[in-house]
Nanobody, 121 residues
Framework: QVRLVESGGGLVQAGGSLRLSCAAS????????MGWYRQAAGKQRELVAA???????NYADSVKGRFTISRDSAKNTVYLQMNSLKPEDTAVYYC???????????????WGQGTQVTVSS
């Protein structure tokens, strides 16, 4: 089965940095868009950043200039470099990928389990 495995979350002080990673594993034919979403307590899940297979990126206004999304096609992995973190960035961050397996005819959305990012001060 296809899985998205996340790592890199944790506790950091305001102004600090974290780097999240998410690796897709399983029988994968291709991956289209990949992205990061976040959900703060009591809030709706929102898109943070997305990246296409060709490397085109899109960011939420609240993180532009601070976060950078990238991907490594050889590893089926997407990263989120988070700099100048603010308490408002505190949330559970979820990895998302549009994946087609060799058994399927369409790309389907897959989600990671989520990783907690907490920014203090």
């Amino acid at each position: 089965q296809v899985r998205l495995v996340e790592s890199g979350g944790g506790l950091v002080q305001a102004g600090g940095s974290l780097r999240l990673s998410c690796a897709a594993s399983g029988i994968i034919r291709s991956i289209n868009d990949m992205g990061w979403y976040r959900q703060a307590a009591g809030k709706q899940r929102e898109l943070v950043a997305a990246i296409t297979f060709g490397g085109t990126t899109n960011y939420a206004d609240s993180v532009k200039g601070r976060f950078t999304i990238s991907r490594d096609s050889a590893k089926n992995t997407v990263y989120l470099q988070m700099n100048s973190l603010k308490p408002e960035d505190t949330a559970v961050y979820y990895c998302n990928a549009e994946i087609r397996t060799y058994l399927g005819s369409r790309h389907l959305d897959y989600w990671g389990q989520g990783t907690q990012v907490t920014v203090s001060s």
